[in-house]
């Protein structure tokens, strides 16, 4: 099974660039930004990654974004992880940044977008991967700063694809950024938001309904209501889960009582993704081959997973066709 997984050509749709930050990347550009770290060695910042929910994990992640100031420290970030895409035989990528996370330091939007775009147009020309990339705003932050964040996402427009909502769930409801959303359509970003990780199968609605949302991101509390779940299947709204993390982050005890193969045997259009590898112990390839082992999954199942990937990507219809395993 590990063979197969490893060898067969996958997309991810789920990956923040900000957390595929290994330690070691960040060690050698804290200190050439002479940025001090709270810890002293690569293994001490690996001790330091326990987390009890997703507040503790996004204090560390926000911590670990701080070394990242120029261009080149964006770029060098992007082309890092397109590497290990590469090995980890991904074909196409979609990929999540957190602008605020580094404008509200004083880094210029224009030192973050174009560092990783450079980066995915020498990954795409030197290791064959294709990619997309969606900006996420910060939901625990004003609405205000959402809007401002979107103007400079317009000016960008041709490098981004999508629109979507991150960071704290709790009491920071889709509802609240309806009109930024909107506004973000209206401007030709597709839409997508993270709902439903730890918050409660409400904000999986109100992504759907307010933000018009073409996925979910993580959507694992679906299964508290019957309806949406019938809903998901009906529609085929994809849901980009990321078993590790939900472990790692305490949305399940153990990989063993994850619902994914509950939900893919209800007909959702399920994908395994990998969230913050640095920070979860694994990329894809070790998402699927956990979730496989834990799930007793088939190979059929793995192949659904795999499809079900680029069904759920704002690829062409006609790319797509090309991918598609049999
Ligand atoms: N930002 C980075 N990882 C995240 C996650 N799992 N949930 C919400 N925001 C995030
Ligand atoms: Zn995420």
Not at 16 to 25: A, C, M, N, Q, V
Not at 188 to 200: C, I, K, M, N, P
Request: hydrophobic share 40%.
């Amino acid at each position: 099974m590990k063979k197969i997984i490893k060898n067969l050509p996958k997309a991810e749709l789920h990956i923040h660039i900000e957390g595929s930050l290994e330690p070691e990347l960040m060690v050698k550009i804290a200190k050439r930004n002479h940025k001090k770290l709270p810890f002293n060695s690569v293994e001490e910042a690996k001790q330091a990654y326990q987390f009890n929910d997703l507040q503790s994990f996004l204090d560390i992640y926000y911590q670990g974004t701080n070394v990242l100031c120029t261009e080149e420290d964006f770029y060098d970030l992007t082309w890092n992880y397109l590497q290990k895409a590469k090995e980890q035989n991904i074909c196409h990528t979609e990929i999540f940044f957190d602008p605020q996370t580094h404008t509200h330091r004083g880094v210029p939007f224009a030192a973050i977008i174009t560092g990783i775009s450079e980066a995915l147009k020498a990954g795409k020309e030197q290791l064959g991967i294709s990619s997309y990339l969606i900006l996420c705003f910060l939901r625990d932050l004003s609405l205000e700063s959402a809007f401002a964040t979107l103007e400079n996402a317009i000016k960008y427009g041709d490098k981004i694809k999508a629109i979507g909502l991150d960071s704290a769930e709790k009491n920071n409801p889709p509802s609240k950024f309806k009109s930024v959303f909107e506004k973000g359509r209206a401007a030709g970003f597709l839409t997508v938001a993270h709902a439903g990780e730890e918050g409660s199968s409400d904000y999986i609605w109100q992504a759907i309904n307010l933000l018009k949302v073409s996925r979910i991101d993580h959507g694992v509390r679906c299964i508290d209501d019957p309806k949406l779940v019938e809903y998901l299947a009906k529609m085929q709204i994809p849901l980009t889960v990321c078993p590790l993390s939900n472990v790692k982050l305490k949305v399940f005890n153990s990989l063993e009582e994850h619902n994914l193969k509950i939900l893919l045997d209800q007909g959702l259009c399920i994908t395994i993704n990998s969230d913050d590898p640095a920070y979860f112990d694994g990329y894809l390839n070790e998402n699927f081959i956990g979730i496989s082992q834990a799930l007793n999954l088939t190979e059929t199942d793995l192949k659904k997973l795999i499809n079900n990937s680029f069904k759920a990507s704002f690829l062409d219809p006609r790319d797509k066709e090309k991918l598609y395993l049999n």
